[in-house]
């Protein structure tokens, strides 16, 4: 609720760091809510949504559908205006994870929700969507001349990494940046777990998530409630992480929480 009242009570500005005013003079708005920074935000909201829409699935009660329909309409909406690119990617694939396991007709209304919103999207949103992969897009560049100067940090240190931390990283960092590409992360998380801890952090890394999801679709089968909440829970891990190919989605403890919490 605060996040939209933002958007269309407050008018907060955008920070120029959060958008680029040449390609989206329109966007003058991009809500965080409580979390000080709208990807962080979205973040967040792409861990929890997938189990609203499980407690929504399992549902029994009329009053509990129509409050849970709201709940998810309110958290979508709140996503949307964070004009999180990368995690509206998430999100869609948390949501197609979940109707695959779960509920193949909403596959199916997935698919055609999707095939047909750029006809009643505002301008606003389906420019920012049609800037995906765009080398126009200040962003997308920025984190482009990031990620080669991280790739050559972990060339030289593949091994040991640099250890833990923003403060390493950006000692380390700035003997390698491009151009003056100023960053305090990776905006990537396997990049960031490949700088920090080397390449075995990376193989535990993804070993454990592997060895996770593996476990949880032993559990989804059936129909009692309790393996949609895990549909749920798993949905959103895999929307998360599909999110941190193109944020360092642990930037923020709050969401390293919540993470670790669903995991």
Not at 16 to 37: A, G, H, I
Not at 137 to 162: E, H, M
Not at 233 to 252: D, M, Q
Request: aromatic share 16%.
């Amino acid at each position: 609720f605060y996040g939209i009242y933002q958007y269309f009570f407050m008018k907060i500005s955008t920070s120029m760091s959060w958008v680029d005013v040449n390609q989206f003079p329109e966007l003058r708005t991009r809500v965080y809510s409580t979390l000080e920074n709208p990807n962080v935000l979205a973040e967040y909201l792409v861990l929890v949504i997938p189990l609203v829409l499980a407690a929504l699935w399992v549902a029994k009660k009329l009053r509990q559908k129509v409050l849970g329909t709201g709940i998810l309409g309110i958290m979508l909406l709140c996503l949307l205006l964070t004009f999180s690119r990368g995690a509206w990617i998430g999100m869609v694939l948390a949501i197609f994870a979940f109707a695959v396991i779960k509920a193949p007709g909403l596959a199916v209304f997935v698919v055609l929700l999707a095939a047909v919103s750029p006809s009643f999207l505002p301008p606003v949103v389906s420019n920012r969507i049609a800037s995906i992969g765009s080398l126009e897009d200040s962003s997308n560049a920025y984190r482009i001349s990031i990620w080669i100067a991280v790739a050559r940090i972990i060339r030289d240190y593949w091994f040991t990494g640099i250890g833990l931390g923003l403060m390493a990283f950006t000692k380390i960092y700035r003997d390698y940046m491009i151009a003056g590409t100023y960053a305090l992360h990776s905006h990537n998380l396997y990049l960031q777990i490949a700088v920090e801890m080397g390449i075995f952090g990376v193989i535990v890394f993804l070993w454990m998530a592997a060895s996770g999801f593996s476990r949880a679709f032993t559990k989804v089968k059936g129909q009692h409630w309790s393996s949609y909440l895990l549909a749920g829970v798993t949905a959103a891990l895999a929307g998360h992480l599909l999110h941190g190919l193109f944020e360092y989605i642990w930037y923020s403890p709050r969401v390293i929480l919540a993470f670790w919490m669903s995991f």
